[in-house]
């Protein structure tokens, strides 16, 4: 790799026994922080060119449930599948982000790709098919949060921009569903939304990349507390490419279609 962003001194993306030790952690754990990956420098850029953007970015109003799916009016609205929560973050999509930035050339990297592939244990990764969803900038104001959910995708690669002064912590309870199972959880989930199960508390700091497997541990972000915005960037791959956003769900998480349905 030769990407002026990242601490390769500290973090060998090419090494394969730093591949190794970050897959073992990975899934050991769940989940795997590599403390100041991106140099302060990139992450100072990256910030001045988004923190003024907060009105530009989509707020979706909605409530949703921890499976990211509309309710299923057969059951009770106290069933665990379709008790809400709400989330009240925004957000700018992959097109809102200019072509110079320092998080579209390491999302392109092909050695930042080659290294998430070993870590994942995949074979490839691909951007998303669209031009909403491969890279986004999540803002969450005083009183902004991310409800308690589960993610659609197999894992998530994210990077913290600015803490905000407290709150916006990132909680997670691992295992609480099965997917591939078709195992849903409904006696976990329940307990989590009442607060009533133990939950862990990840700590990151701007710079640092966090890949976390968050389809089957329920996971949500805490309200920000006070006038700094906490700024996360998300990165999202497929394993299979060409696979784009529906109208219907790009509606629900941007509030408009993609230029490039699939
Ligand atoms: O903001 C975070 O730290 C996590 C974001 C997240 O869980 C998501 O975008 O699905
Ligand atoms: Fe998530």
């Excluded at 070993?118 to 669209?130: F, K």
């Excluded at 999540?138 to 803490?163: K, P």
């Excluded at 199960?197 to 972000?221: I, Q, T, W, Y």
């Excluded at 769900?249 to 408009?256: K, N, W």
């Amino acid at each position: 790799m030769n990407c002026p962003h990242v601490r390769l001194d500290s973090h060998p993306l090419d090494d394969p026994g730093y591949r190794d030790r970050c897959r073992d952690e990975l899934e050991a754990a769940g989940v795997l922080v590599l403390e100041g990956f991106f140099t302060p420098e990139a992450v100072a850029e990256v910030v001045t060119a988004s923190a003024h953007r907060e009105d530009e970015a989509y707020y979706a109003t909605s409530t949703h449930n921890v499976y990211l799916t509309p309710p299923d009016p057969g059951l009770p609205v106290s069933h665990p599948f379709n008790r809400q929560v709400a989330s009240s973050k925004g957000l700018l999509a992959d097109d809102q982000i200019p072509a110079g930035s320092p998080l579209r050339e390491v999302y392109g990297d092909g050695s930042f790709r080659s290294f998430l592939c070993s870590v994942l244990g995949t074979e490839a990764i691909h951007p998303y098919d669209d031009d909403l969803s491969s890279i986004n900038i999540h803002f969450a104001a005083d009183g902004r949060e991310l409800g308690w959910h589960f993610d659609n995708s197999s894992f998530a690669v994210t990077m913290l921009l600015q803490a905000p002064g407290s709150g916006g912590h990132f909680e997670y309870v691992p295992a609480v569903r099965d997917a591939d199972a078709g195992e849903m959880g409904f006696d976990r989930v329940a307990d989590v939304l009442d607060g009533t199960v133990e939950v862990k508390r990840l700590d990151f700091s701007p710079g640092d990349l966090v890949v976390f497997r968050g389809r089957n541990a329920m996971h949500r972000v805490t309200p920000t507390v006070g006038a700094v915005t906490r700024m996360l960037v998300v990165f999202a791959f497929n394993d299979r490419p060409g696979v784009g956003l529906s109208d219907s769900a790009s509606l629900t998480f941007y509030g408009r279609g993609s230029a490039r349905p699939s």
